[in-house]
């Protein structure tokens, strides 16, 4: 059974950084595009970004390329999402996906306040 | 960007009718290799999206054939033929031709 398992969210104070990962099980994690897609409360989807099969690609949208960082390990079947200067405008539920968004994991929650 | 429009932003309909979601894209989504990537989602309430249609109108795995799609170049239309309870939700299209990827502002589907 294919499996995205996102971690790493919570509580975080404006202007600090956060680390999220995506556990994934079920296929051949290196096999494929890895992509992360966030929610803020109420609101649509917004594409953060994706990583290839061997990290040599990694595309952003432009909005958020300077604060978010992707990766992956594909020892650890892992994908990351790196986070920083966090502010109110990124609270949001993040999701991981691939396949062309056939698959997504729960979602973790991120919470910026002070 | 690309900006997807979704109408309309709200749609009630009562088990078996038929409804139709439109989304029009502010540029063409016909690809140089030809294939068209704008797929269709479904967010039921308190879960994750659902793939239900992808590259414009070829059913996702498991997804009921009530469900089709249709369009071209910049319209594009999700058709499902006799709602049922379990179709409420947000429904989001989203463009994959152009980067940076773009989602519409989706179309919630209330069941009277």
């Known amino acids: 059974e294919v499996k995205l398992v996102e971690s790493g969210g919570g509580l975080v104070q404006p202007g600090r950084s956060l680390k999220l990962s995506c556990a994934a099980s079920?296929?051949?994690?290196?096999?494929?595009?890895m992509g992360w897609v966030r929610q803020a409360p109420g609101k649509g989807l917004e594409w953060i970004g994706e990583?290839?099969?061997?990290?040599?690609?990694?595309n952003y949208t432009p909005s958020l390329k300077d604060k978010f960082t992707i990766s992956r390990d594909n020892a650890q079947n892992t994908l990351y999402l790196q986070m920083s200067k966090l502010g109110s405008e990124d609270t949001a539920i993040y999701y991981c996906?691939?396949?062309?968004?056939?698959?997504w994991g729960q979602g973790t929650l991120v919470t910026v306040s002070s | 960007d690309v900006v997807l429009t979704q109408t309309p932003p709200t749609l009630s309909a009562t088990i078996g009718q038929s409804v139709s979601i439109s989304c029009r894209s502010s540029?063409?989504?016909?690809?140089?290799?030809?294939?068209?990537?704008l797929n269709w989602l479904l967010q039921r309430p308190g879960q994750s999206p659902q793939l239900l249609i992808y590259?414009?109108?070829n059913l996702e795995s498991g997804v009921p054939n009530r469900f089709s799609g249709s369009g071209s170049e910049t319209d594009f239309t999700l058709k499902i033929s006799g709602v049922e309870a379990e179709d409420l939700g947000v429904y989001y299209c989203?463009?994959?031709?152009?980067?940076?990827?773009?989602f519409g502002s989706g179309t919630k589907l209330e069941i009277k």
């Open positions: 990583i290839n099969q061997d990290s040599s690609t990694i």
């Open positions: 590259s414009v109108s």
């Open positions: 079920g296929f051949s994690f290196n096999d494929y595009w």
């Open positions: 996906a691939f396949n062309w968004f056939a698959y």
């Open positions: 989203m463009q994959a031709t152009h980067a940076p990827l773009t």
């Open positions: 540029q063409s989504l016909l690809d140089s290799d030809g294939d068209t990537y």
